[in-house]
């Protein structure tokens, strides 16, 4: 990132810095914590018309086999692929890898295309036992009963759009578009003073 | 507060997720400047607004965004079928 | 003959037990009319008033499916105001309003027209701009109508919350004095007594089912209780028009949609006038009975149930605390929903049709209490004349055609 | 009074309360109402009626009860119109009645002239506007419960979504079995109870003297539940004090919890009074129960006349009552249960009957053996009293089919308190929520809910099933059905119900003889004073329609909602009309089923959770330096940015200079941006945009308008073409969200067909504006490989390049006027890049500015915001921008095929222009209306300004026929602070006042 000719140093700020602590984390209790991740790239990968010619180059680039609708796949070098329409898809990537995934863009056919979002989303990694206590108090959709590990689900928490995966049986992530961070903070770190 | 079945996500989800976007099959005159004021202002603004079971459009904008049809009741809410646009809605 | 109500009459009866008259008489269907109004709401029976008193047609049946005033008219917020922004509007809105402050009177019977003032109020620069130009506009053309500071606001309501903490703080509003409200059931039920006096035929539980037209001129239309010949036919029936219009082999440019409300248990009285936000979707008066009457927004959606999300009233008592935070723990009582026939310039449709001695008055949306007696006068002028009444004139059909939509969404808001 | 401890009984006597009603003390214990602590008090006074100013007192015991509102405590916590039978006791409690019974009040003097204010009494009188306008303010005053509150609420309110295979509704036997039920039966389906009282079992405690079989089914049944409950917590959740209060489409049932901190003061408000439950049941079983209904006699509102379970519930559950000399009067075996509870506590009881000793009665039998009087087929005529009931009048009722009449001389008896009960309705209402109807039932003399309805069961009482036994098995039935309905059991096993299971209490027929009805005072609706009579003089006025008597009495418009006294208005309206129940049928059940705190509705969605407040990732800078901010849609805009001792306009004044002479910065990032690919690309923008797309070269920029299909401009910005098949198109900030989806729309819905991909990439960028004759000099200095030179970087192009070392998008775009450039990072560096440009600014004393700097700058040059300058009605050619339209494309562009209607283009629509005012130093207040001669209004002042680089006011407006009227004079009228209008003259101008040849874009190099 950094241009030689200059001393200039870029400083990378997320809009949750201001309001996590030291580590990260937005909330850091018993049987809850939510962690901001500021490594993750996200590179939109939008599908041609043509279904096969997708698959063929989803593989061929990255390794991944598409996956099917609410979804995540796994390509190369722990690349994620996350189902998020039938002609979206997104490659999750770490921040610092992202050129494997642009490497490829010349060579898309010219109905496929690939579009950089890392910048933006905020990320934010739940753990404990409370967290569908704490998010079902704004998210109406079935966490414990739909969302199995592996699922991933564009939808609402509160009134800001989200997209929520889930890792493992305790913990999830969530996407959040940057200028809603403030307004998801707040009503998380709202909430979770009454669970 | 119904539940609607995306047929994109292949799944039901709340009402709220979605978006209403009007009556289904209202087509764009393939040649506008071809036709009167009268056909036009029919495109445009005048609508069947059925009582009863109705297509119409809902878009999923807190999800796939994906456009599609529904078949739905304007009396009771009950819908009886969603389909994709271009899907054979015949049966 | 009827009793007229007074004092007197009030008085005599509760010394002698004396009974009072049918103020709604029960009435078979006659095999034909002059006219049919088919609808017996606000509207429609205000429509058959002014045919039987100004027009010199008395051979009238108003047919309602249900029961008189049970449509919109049962279920709206009864705010009536005349600062809309056009002239086309406003004149009619105004016209309405002149026929409010005598209509107790005209009537003999007191619906409890309340000019207690309303105020809209704007959240942000552009509402301010807007406030501006609609109270301007007001101005010019007679109507009472002033642009308020937030401070000045708050003197006059002191409970309602002006601080900067609001997430849209307000701003500043527009009022109109003379603005108000109405016992919504009154105004049915005034009209349709006073209609019935003059010899209207008000005939309820009685749904139209079929218009028959023949060489392009109505005939009458079937009913669940017969068939009814007509030369002439209005329809006024809100939510439905465009199921009668499909009668008729007619489209119209409307949709419906569902409109809720709610009220809470009744108070002491605390809100003294008329308070609408069209910028967090909140309107909010107080009745007579000391209930808080709330209007929310429309669900987007087409439906003929009348009701809607619950999600919408959330929103709308989440926005009245956001201008009243002490309501906080007052209980909403009831809560219900209408269906508005929406049209796409937010203005009425008072017009004749493509087929002859078939007359429209519909696409009152979220607003059309306010011009009950209004829209009733011009619509009963436009069927005696088989012409529009001039202020009627702006509201034909032919504007989605011609393009001379009246834009009133400024002004009408999101409701109301 | 207290009477002695029952098994059954809830309240901890080791643990004694004090409390405050009407400003006296009292003591209670831990476990009572404020309804039964205040009967064991002896203090059964609670109101005034608003029309007949009578004095009432306590009818029920629960959330039917129409008389005992309370407000409670004061300040942060007060809340009016409780029910004093919802009111859990706690130390320190202080209530105070809604309508003072005591207070002399204005109803007080009326209670004589209740006669000549007949039902609709208002409709006939005040029918002068004038008189009515004088009045109303001192009627209104006399209406209302409680006092509003006066403080903000100090308590807070969450929402919780739930999923559920199965939702049981009431905490009764039968949704105890129900649930009991479907817990053993399955597995893993998630299940719900909820019930509105403190704990389960509803009035199985009243079941004939609480008999020991039936407490010991109940204890078992919770303790099984308690197990379900905490073995298995991921799948049972049980909540009392939890009242579901309305029911929408496909099972989704609201449910209030109220906390059991939830009234009292301890809470410091950080905790939850109330949790609004949103539940999407997949099945729900609805277990409510019924509520008793009154009979009817003439004066039967006076205060100690109660329902006959209630008095049982208040007996048996809290140990007392409010009389020792009781008469109990029904039509129903609910009577004998009562009486026997009474007699068992020692209180001396009589009953009376109306229905004949024949056939005999088992019931009445035993109580008679027992020593207690027993009168079959008499009736009560009328009670009477002065504050409380006193005694009664009865007469002998004769029989003839379903009908009574009294008849003979009627006798008194004296009395301290009267029970009665007329049958039991089902509680329905939620069932009825989203249209179901209640039919009226013969047998159970009841409105039972629908019989079948899908994804739903309905068991117990509310089913009509009466005696407890048969109401587990009909909550076994049911929750097996309902497994079955889920697919979890493929058979069903259920048993049979008892033979009179649905004969409730053995009721009479639901029927009071006109002779009664036609008497004065038989109250229906207590809350609103509605008599028989009045229900008679509406009909007989010609509000013949159930909806109509209610509308015109106000029969059940009250907090009660008609709970006890609707379906009795409903007989006595039949029996007048001469119709069956069934054809006068009920008025529609709405939600709430009991009342909803508005603060519950909201939940957390107040402040800064109202609406999400959207900030850019730049925001804390802009607060740093103090910038004031502007609401744009969602989001924060810096508005302007005062210096210490600054107004607006002085602020605004130093901003616009600084970028007209040297340089300025905004922060842009919030305007729309969408990422448009594919190879129909360009064909896609040439349709929604109204000029030519399909030359655009890479590496360029172009200003669009965008119209709806009605020709009316919608939107505008410039989009950049990236590569050949590739654009980022811009939006207006408030136009983002609709025009994305409406773009969408055309593409997925009408234009399938074209290979187009649109992604909203609005948050992936920051977007920092730099403004000024100085712009290139900076941004030499922030960038160094880009050629900044003004022929190799033209003005509508961009270049990429890093910008202080964070790769870039600098676009060559103005929005003033002014040599600027636009640098776009991901949004991450947003906040560097901004602090950055600042920094490196200062060389040339670079100046932030705001939205209204960014207005006034634009306004010089005549550029339009779409929104302010433009309402929705606007066409291209209105706001003189006719250059933009090609109407020679292949494609009918957007909009265009409404443009060719004659009126679109009529002489006299209202155009853009620009106004001068005479005098240079005023400035036009937006909104301010152009006139004729004739004083009609002929356009209005869209946007004005002080424009500090011109010195003088401009304003740009719409006025009819303008663009021909240039270069004339015209007058603007504005209201002057209610003074009258003040008139301005002003010349017509262009609306184009800085820099008219457009030459300051290139800057000096
Ligand atoms: C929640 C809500 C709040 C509102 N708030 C306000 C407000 O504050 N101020 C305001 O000015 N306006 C308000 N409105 C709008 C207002 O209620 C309506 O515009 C107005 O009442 C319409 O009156 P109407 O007589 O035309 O319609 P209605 O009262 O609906 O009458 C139409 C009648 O036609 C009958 N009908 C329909 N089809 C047939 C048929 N086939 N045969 C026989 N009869 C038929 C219906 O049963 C109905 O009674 C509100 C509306 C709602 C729903
Ligand atoms: N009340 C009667 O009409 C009547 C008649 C015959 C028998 N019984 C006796 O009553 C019992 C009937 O059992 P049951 O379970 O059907 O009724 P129930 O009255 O015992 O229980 C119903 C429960 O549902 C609760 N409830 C009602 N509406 C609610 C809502 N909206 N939200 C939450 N909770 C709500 C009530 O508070 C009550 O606790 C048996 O003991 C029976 O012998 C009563
Ligand atoms: C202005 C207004 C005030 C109302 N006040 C009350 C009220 O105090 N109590 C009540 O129960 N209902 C009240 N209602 C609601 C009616 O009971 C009823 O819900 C409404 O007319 C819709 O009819 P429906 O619910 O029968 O469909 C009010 C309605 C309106 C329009
Ligand atoms: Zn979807």
């Known amino acids: ?195 | 507060m119904f539940l609607i079945h995306c047929p994109y996500c292949n799944e039901e989800r709340e009402q709220e997720e979605f978006s209403p976007a009007g009556e289904a099959f209202i087509a764009r005159p393939v040649e506008p400047e071809g036709i009167s004021d009268e056909a036009w202002a029919d495109y445009v603004f005048y609508r069947t607004n059925h009582k009863g079971y109705h297509w119409e459009q809902w878009v999923h904008s807190n999800g796939c965004r994906k456009y599609f049809m529904v078949e739905r009741s304007t009396i009771t809410h009950e819908i009886l079928k969603v389909a994709a646009f271009g899907a054979d809605i015949s049966e | 003959m009827q009793k007229k109500y007074s004092w007197y009459s009030l008085l005599k009866a509760g010394l002698s037990g004396q009974d009072w008259d049918q103020a709604i008489p029960l009435v078979e269907p006659k095999s034909k009319y002059d006219v049919i109004i088919v609808g017996g709401g606000g509207h429609g029976l205000a429509t058959a008033y002014y045919l039987a008193k100004e027009c010199g047609i008395t051979n009238i049946a108003v047919l309602e499916k249900g029961y008189i005033g049970g449509g919109n008219t049962a279920r709206n917020t009864t705010i009536i105001r005349s600062n809309y922004l056009r002239d086309e509007a406003s004149s009619l809105y105004e016209h309405a309003m002149k026929l409010w402050e005598g209509i107790s009177e005209d009537l003999n019977f007191n619906v409890m027209f309340s000019q207690r003032g309303v105020y809209n109020l704007g959240h942000t620069l552009q509402d301010m701009r807007d406030i501006e130009r609609r109270v301007n506009a007001n101005v010019l053309n007679g109507i009472d109508a002033q642009v308020v500071t937030a401070k000045e606001i708050k003197e006059q309501i002191p409970i309602i919350n002006t601080s900067q903490n609001a997430r849209y703080p307000i701003m500043g509003s527009s009022y109109q004095p003379r603005g108000g409200v109405a016992r919504h059931d009154g105004v049915a039920w005034g009209f349709a007594r006073a209609a019935a006096m003059l010899g209207v035929d008000i005939i309820q539980d009685c749904e139209v089912v079929g218009i028959e037209v023949e060489e392009g001129r109505v005939k009458g239309v079937k009913t669940t209780r017969g068939d009814i010949m007509a030369d002439r036919i209005g329809c006024v029936s809100a939510g439905h028009s465009s199921v009668l219009a499909k009668m008729a082999g007619l489209r119209l440019p409307i949709e419906s949609h569902p409109l809720q409300a709610f009220v809470s248990e009744a108070m002491k009285p605390v809100l003294h006038t008329v308070v609408m936000s069209n910028a967090v979707h909140g309107y909010i008066s107080q009745s007579d009975k000391g209930d808080l009457v709330i209007g929310a927004g429309i669900d987007g959606y087409s439906s003929y149930a009348q009701r809607g999300a619950s999600r919408v009233i959330e929103h709308s008592a989440a926005a009245i605390l956001e201008m009243f935070p002490i309501f906080s723990r007052v209980r909403m009582n009831r809560q219900w929903g209408g269906i508005v026939d929406v049209c796409p310039d937010a203005c009425p449709i008072i017009s004749p049709t493509k087929v002859q001695g078939l007359y429209f008055n519909c696409g009152w949306g979220t607003g059309g209490f306010k011009a009950t007696p209004g829209s009733g006068h011009v619509f009963a002028h436009t069927i005696a004349q088989d012409k529009q009444h001039p202020l009627a004139v702006p509201f034909h059909l032919d504007r989605f055609t011609t393009g001379a939509l009246i834009d009133e969404h400024g002004a009408a808001g999101v409701a109301h | 009074m207290r009477v002695e401890q029952l098994t059954s009984n809830q309240i901890d006597r080791s643990k004694p309360l004090t409390f405050i009603f009407n400003n006296k003390k009292y003591k209670g214990f831990e476990g009572d109402t404020l309804a039964s602590a205040l009967i064991a008090n002896d203090a059964l006074l609670f109101a005034r009626s608003f029309k007949y100013g009578r004095k009432r007192g306590l009818i029920a015991a629960g959330v039917e009860e129409p008389n005992a509102l309370v407000s409670l405590e004061m300040g942060g916590r007060y809340t009016p119109n409780l029910k004093a039978t919802e009111i859990p006791l706690y130390d320190g409690l202080s209530a105070k009645s809604a309508t003072n019974p005591n207070s002399f009040d204005l109803r007080a003097f009326i209670k004589p002239l209740h006669r000549f204010m007949p039902a609709g009494f208002y409709y006939k009188t005040f029918i002068k506007q004038a008189v009515w306008a004088k009045v109303e303010d001192s009627l209104r005053a006399l209406s209302g419960f409680s006092e509003a509150p006066t403080e903000e609420d100090v308590d807070v309110y969450d929402h919780v979504h739930h999923h559920a295979e199965i939702l049981i509704i009431g905490g009764g036997v039968a949704g105890m079995s129900a649930a009991l039920e479907v817990l053993k039966s399955s597995d893993n389906e998630r299940v719900i109870l909820v019930d509105e009282r403190s704990r389960l079992g509803g009035e199985i405690f009243n079941e004939f003297s609480s008999d020991e079989q039936s407490l010991k089914w109940f204890e078992e049944a919770v303790a099984d539940l308690c197990g379900f409950a905490k073995e298995q917590r991921d799948r049972f959740m049980m909540l009392t004090r939890a009242t579901a209060f309305a029911w929408h489409d496909q099972n989704y049932v609201e449910v209030l919890e109220t906390h059991a901190t939830g009234e009292s003061l301890s809470s410091d408000g950080s905790q939850v009074r109330k949790t609004l439950h949103k539940i999407r049941a997949k099945e729900v079983i609805l277990a409510t129960g019924a509520h008793e209904r009154p009979m009817l006699f003439e004066a039967n509102d006076l205060t100690n006349i109660m329902l006959s379970q209630s008095v049982r519930r208040y007996l048996n559950e809290f140990g007392v009552v409010s009389g020792k000399k009781v008469v109990v009067y029904g039509n129903n075996d609910s009577i004998y249960q009562t009486a026997k509870d009474l007699h068992s506590s020692r209180i001396a009881c009589t009953v009376i009957d109306v229905r004949s000793a024949e056939p005999l009665n088992t019931h009445a039998e035993k109580l008679k053996q027992s020593g207690v009087k027993v009168l079959q087929g008499y009736a009560i005529v009328k009670a009477y009293g002065s504050d409380k009931v006193e005694g009664i009048d009865i007469a002998l009722a004769t029989h003839q089919g379903t009908s009574w009449e009294i008849i003979g001389d009627s006798e008194s008896l004296s009395c301290d308190l009267l029970v009665t009960s007329g049958g039991f309705n089902p509680v329905v209402h939620l069932d009825c929520h989203t249209g179901a109807k209640a039919t009226f039932d013969e047998t159970s003399q009841a409105f039972l809910p629908e019989k079948e309805r899908a994804n739903r069961q309905t068991c117990g009482a509310v089913s009509g099933v009466g005696a407890w036994q048969d109401t587990i098995i009909d909550g076994k039935n049911k929750a097996q059905l309902t497994l079955q309905s889920l697919g979890v059991v493929s058979e069903t096993n259920g048993a049979d119900l008892s033979e009179n299971h649905a004969n409730y209490f053995n009721v009479s027929e639901f029927f009071t003889p006109k002779s009664i009805i036609n008497r004065p005072k038989v109250f229906l609706d207590l809350q609103n004073d509605v008599t028989t009579l009045d229900v008679a003089l509406s009909i007989r006025e010609g509000y013949r329609s159930i909806e109509h008597i209610k509308r015109y009495t106000a029969m059940g418009f009250g907090t009660d909602q008609g709970k006890t006294g609707n379906i009795n208005g409903i007989a006595v309206a039949a029996t007048i009309l001469g119709k069956t129940m069934a054809e006068v049928g009920t008025t529609t059940f709405r939600p709430a089923y009991t009342g909803v705190d508005f603060g519950a509705l909201a939940g957390r969605e107040n402040g800064g959770l109202f609406d999400p407040q959207r900030f850019t990732t730049i925001h804390d800078s802009h607060v740093a330096k103090g910038a004031e901010f502007e609401i744009v849609g969602q989001w924060y805009r810096p508005w302007y940015y005062p210096k210490a001792g600054e107004d607006m306009h002085q602020a605004v004044h130093r901003e616009c200079l600084a970028a007209r002479t040297s340089l300025g910065m905004m922060d842009a990032s919030t305007l729309g941006k969408i990422d448009v690919q594919g190879p129909d690309a360009r064909e896609f923008l040439s349709r929604v945009y109204t000029n030519a797309w399909m030359k655009l070269a890479p590496g360029s920029c172009r200003y669009g308008l965008m119209c709806n299909e009605k020709g009316m401009i919608i939107d505008d910005g410039v989009s950049t073409c990236i590569r050949e098949n590739h654009f980022i198109m811009t939006t207006t900030t408030g136009g983002a969200a609709s025009v994305y989806s409406t773009l969408e729309m055309w593409l997925q819905t009408e234009w399938s067909h074209l290979d187009v991909h649109l992604n909203s990439v609005t948050d992936h960028y920051s977007t920092v504006a730099v403004v000024g004759p100085n712009a290139r000099n900076l941004m030499k200095l922030l960038c160094q490989d880009v050629d900044f030179d003004r022929e190799n970087f033209k003005f509508m192009q961009w270049r990429e390049g890093a910008v202080c070392g964070v790769k870039a998008r600098i676009m060559r775009i103005s929005f003033s006027g002014e040599l600027a450039y636009e640098i776009n990072v991901e949004a991450n560096y947003g906040r560097y890049i901004w602090d950055q440009v600042a920094t490196v600014g200062e060389k040339y004393s670079i100046t932030p500015y705001g939205t209204e700097s960014m207005h006034v700058l634009r306004a010089e040059k005549g550029y339009i915001i779409v929104g302010q300058d433009t309402d929705g009605s606007m066409t291209p050619a209105d706001v003189n921008m006719n250059w933009i339209v090609a109407n020679n494309k292949p494609f009918s562009f957007i909009g265009q095929r409404s443009l060719s209607i004659a009126a679109l283009s009529a002489e006299n629509r209202f155009q853009l222009i620009g106004l001068l005012t005479k005098d240079a130093a005023l400035v036009l207040p937006e909104g301010a209306h152009i006139v004729d001669r004739g004083g009609k209004s002929i356009g209005y002042v869209t946007s004005s300004y002080f424009s500090p680089i011109l010195g003088r006011s401009i304003a740009m407006a719409q006025m009819q026929g303008g663009l021909s009227k240039i270069g004339e004079t015209t007058i603007v009228k504005i209201v002057q602070e209610k003074q009258g209008l003040k008139e301005i003259p002003c010349e017509v101008s262009s609306s184009v006042f800085y820099d008219i040849n457009g030459e300051r874009v290139n800057g000096n190099d």
């Open chain 1, 1 to 195: 990132m950094t241009n030689s000719t200059t001393n200039f140093k870029p400083v990378f700020a997320s809009t949750f810095e201001s309001m996590t602590d030291d580590e990260g984390y937005l909330i850091n209790q018993e049987g809850l914590s939510c962690l901001e991740i500021c490594d993750k790239a996200i590179v939109i990968l939008r599908a041609s018309k043509d279904l096969e010619q997708t698959k063929k180059t989803a593989k061929e680039n990255w390794g991944v086999d598409l996956p099917e609708p609410l979804c995540i796949s796994q390509g190369n070098d722990s690349i994620q692929c996350f189902w998020i329409s039938p002609d979206e898809y997104w490659l999750v990537h770490s921040q610092f890898q992202r050129d494997v995934l642009w490497q490829k863009q010349a060579t898309l056919p010219e109905d496929m295309s690939l579009v950089d979002n890392t910048g933006a989303y905020g990320a934010l990694h739940f753990k404990g036992d409370n967290v569908h206590k704490l998010l079902s108090r704004w998210m109406g959709y079935d966490l414990s009963g739909k969302l199995n590990i592996g699922k991933v689900v564009s939808t609402t928490l509160g009134q800001a759009p989200v997209v929520v995966y889930r890792e493992t049986e305790s913990e999830l992530m969530i996407l959040v578009r940057h200028s809603f961070s403030h307004y998801v903070a707040g009503l998380l770190t709202d909430s979770v003073k009454r669970l």
